[in-house]
């Protein structure tokens, strides 16, 4: 059973549209959270980490938020340059490596 | 400055060859790693080092043997290839436990 799932599996958007990508995981005792962005031929790029339910953190057009149960990554006013697969990945307690979900691919169209 | 590097970035190459990939991370970071991506993007952990020392060893072949010789360092080997090995392999690195992941752009491997 996955302990990371994200929806959606891909995400079309018009310029300007905001949406969000959400991250469920199913880890007791959460260690961390992490949101990384991928660009085709590239490797994964770090955006965030979250460790408690309740905290947020910002980046320009993105914020990302952290429940007990998920995490939400959201894109304000997106532009085609965000488009990219983003991936989350969690971190569980007497682990030493971060399993990662199966990314949202997310095209912006200008 | 490239962080985390790895050579070659493309490999082609027939079944039953034996292949390496090299990785290196100017970081200072005690942690790396070795990840496979497949066709459908999933990233999954295959070894991890810590200080030059094996920490994780996920189901994988025999047939893949990880090389560290120092802790900037994560070599991958891989002998007999078959098919199913083409995909994408990432070198990443990180500060240690519960610590964000540093990435490679990746070698993508195709046996033919």
């Known amino acids: 059973e996955d302990q990371v799932t994200q929806s959606p599996e891909a995400l079309r958007l018009q310029e300007g549209e905001s949406s969000s990508l959400n991250c469920s995981y199913t880890v007791s005792g959460l260690r961390g959270l992490f949101w990384y962005r991928q660009d085709p031929g590239k490797g994964p790029e770090f955006l965030f980490t979250?460790?408690?339910a309740g905290e947020e953190k910002e980046k320009e057009r993105l914020k990302a938020t952290l429940t007990k149960k998920e995490s939400f990554l959201h894109i304000t006013a997106p532009k085609p340059e965000d488009s990219a697969t983003y991936l989350c990945?969690?971190?569980?307690?007497?682990?030493?490596?971060?399993?990662f979900g199966r990314g949202t691919s997310l095209i912006v169209h200008p | 400055d490239t962080a985390v590097s790895q050579t070659p970035k493309y490999l082609v190459t027939q079944m039953g060859n034996d292949k390496s990939i090299k990785c290196e991370q100017n970081?200072?970071?005690?942690?790396m790693y070795w990840y496979k991506q497949d066709s459908k993007k999933f990233l999954k952990i295959m070894f991890s080092y810590n200080n030059k020392e094996l920490i994780i060893n996920e189901t994988v072949p025999n047939r893949f043997s990880p090389k560290s010789p120092d802790k900037a360092h994560l070599n991958l080997h891989i002998n007999s290839l078959e098919l199913g090995d083409s995909a994408v392999y990432f070198c990443?690195?990180?500060?240690?436990?519960?610590?964000?992941?540093?990435f490679g752009n990746g070698t993508r491997l195709t046996v033919t």
């Open positions: 990945a969690v971190q569980a307690p007497g682990s030493y490596i971060p399993t």
């Open positions: 990443a690195s990180s500060q240690g436990n519960n610590s964000p992941l540093h």
């Open positions: 979250l460790y408690s």
């Open positions: 970081l200072g970071h005690d942690t």
